[in-house]
């Protein structure tokens, strides 16, 4: 871990963060946010999408940003991440088409949803990080191989894994 901890310090020093959208506030996506948030330099949450708005909101209050946005379209996010606010949607698309976002966490836990979001992000030229065990297995292949195509990195990791591991 120590050659990535090094390259996440120096993004934070040349205030050049990896930005990070993430669609899904369950209990997986709230420790997600509270640990990059709070315990990751070089990576910023800029946006979080989920079709209640409330949840994502309680997911960035629950790391300490008391103050997100409600944003509806591309241009609002880019405006909200361009001021350095934290922004939230129910509209996952506009994360996926953000030139202000590097990558997306698919966090929802649905195979079909999922799959519909990790498209848009391979098409958007976005990386994408599936925490969605079952999207994996059953389409997960079908996905590397297109984000292989898009020239974007396609992975996963599990939420109960040292992927999202966090020693305070």
Do not use: W
Not at 79 to 105: W, Y
Not at 158 to 168: E, K, N, W
């Amino acid at each position: 871990m120590i050659i990535i901890d090094k390259a996440l310090e120096k993004l934070e020093k040349t205030s050049n963060p990896i930005r990070v959208g993430i669609v899904g506030a369950g209990f997986m996506s709230k420790g997600l946010v509270d640990q990059i948030i709070n315990r990751t330099p070089g990576m910023k949450i800029v946006a979080i999408s989920n079709r209640t708005i409330k949840n994502a909101k309680e997911n960035y209050a629950f790391a300490g940003i008391k103050n997100s946005s409600e944003v509806e379209t591309v241009k609002e996010l880019d405006d909200s991440v361009k001021s350095n606010k934290s922004a939230v949607t129910g509209n996952f698309s506009i994360l996926c088409q953000s030139k202000n976002i590097d990558v997306i966490v698919d966090m929802t836990g649905a195979v079909e949803f999922g799959a519909t979001v990790a498209l848009e992000a391979i098409k958007n030229k976005k990386h994408i990080v599936s925490m969605n065990v079952e999207l994996d297995g059953t389409v997960g292949a079908i996905l590397k191989r297109k984000a292989d195509e898009a020239g974007v990195i396609y992975t996963l990791t599990g939420g109960d894994q040292p992927g999202v591991i966090s020693v305070s």
